[in-house]
């Protein structure tokens, strides 16, 4: 059958976590780069899409195409890694100790950071004609998201860094669930209508996906979001990127191995 047993593939992520450890550095920057680049593609035909019909709701049904690709590539997100290899660490597996998790960290956001920001360029570039023009309704349109979602956030002080930490956690349950979606069955369909349910819920509810916001704000800033690199970080990257962590490690990636691998004795009646 096509389905998986949670026992299966929660032992699937866990190999998965280490043979990302294991990964070579030039392996692990191009998958991460297309990663970052496919997302943000995904990200403006979502803004696209949602500023031509109106409906928030389109965006978010069609935004999930960019993730379903680039994981039946195989290539990878931070969010992605952050859920698969710890689980690697905690299980002990040879040669995945914390330095190692921390490069692999380091090398895919680095990854992800250069493929967004290529594609922001591009994007800005080919929507101003070569910075002739103003860019239109779309450029307005991720500018104005650009300048809510860092001095909006910054308006509310303490408690609007946190609004942006839970906004993070809350998204990447979601996009790893998408995550562990594409691991429960061998058929591609499947593999999709597990991955698309998630990603729509965080797309369609504004929760926070650090990779997702490596393309939207520098666009912003090369469209006139009147926000500085600085204000950018500390009022969304930083916090957008420790609550991806928080979310997917504690909410999906524990769960499962500790009720599906790591499982305590049954009671004895």
């Not at 591009?122 to 104005?144: E, P, Q, W």
């Not at 956030?153 to 839970?166: L, M, N, P, S």
């Not at 797309?203 to 912003?220: A, C, D, K, R, T």
Request: contains cysteine; neutral net charge.
């Amino acid at each position: 059958m096509s389905y998986l047993e949670p026992s299966e593939f929660v032992t699937k992520m866990v190999d998965s976590g280490e043979s990302k450890v294991y990964m070579s550095t030039k392996d692990t920057l191009i998958r991460a780069f297309m990663a970052g680049a496919i997302l943000a593609l995904a990200a403006v035909f979502a803004v696209t899409v949602t500023v031509q019909t109106g409906s928030a709701l389109a965006g978010a049904v069609l935004f999930p195409v960019g993730f379903i690709m680039l994981y039946l590539m195989k290539f990878d997100l931070l969010t992605g890694v952050f859920t698969l290899v710890p689980l690697a660490l905690i299980d002990k597996r040879p040669g995945v100790t914390v330095n190692q998790v921390l490069r692999n960290w380091g090398l895919v956001f680095l990854g992800n950071f250069a493929g967004a920001i290529s594609v922001a360029i591009m994007m800005s570039f080919i929507l101003t004609y070569g910075y002739n023009t103003d860019g239109g309704i779309i450029a307005a349109k991720v500018a104005s998201i650009g300048e809510s979602r860092t001095l909006g956030y910054q308006a509310h002080g303490v408690e609007g860094w946190f609004t942006i930490f839970v906004r993070g956690m809350l998204c990447n349950w979601m996009v790893s669930m998408g995550v562990v979606g594409a691991m429960i069955s061998t058929s591609a369909g499947s593999k999709m209508m597990a991955m698309w349910m998630p990603i729509m819920l965080f797309f369609y509810m504004g929760f926070e996906h650090s990779i997702v916001n490596m393309f939207l704000f520098p666009f912003s800033m090369i469209m006139g979001g009147d926000f500085t690199v600085a204000e950018y970080l500390i009022w969304n990257e930083i916090p957008t990127v420790l609550g991806n962590l928080v979310g997917g490690f504690v909410f999906v990636a524990l769960p499962l191995y500790y009720t599906h691998v790591r499982t305590s004795p049954n009671r004895a009646l």
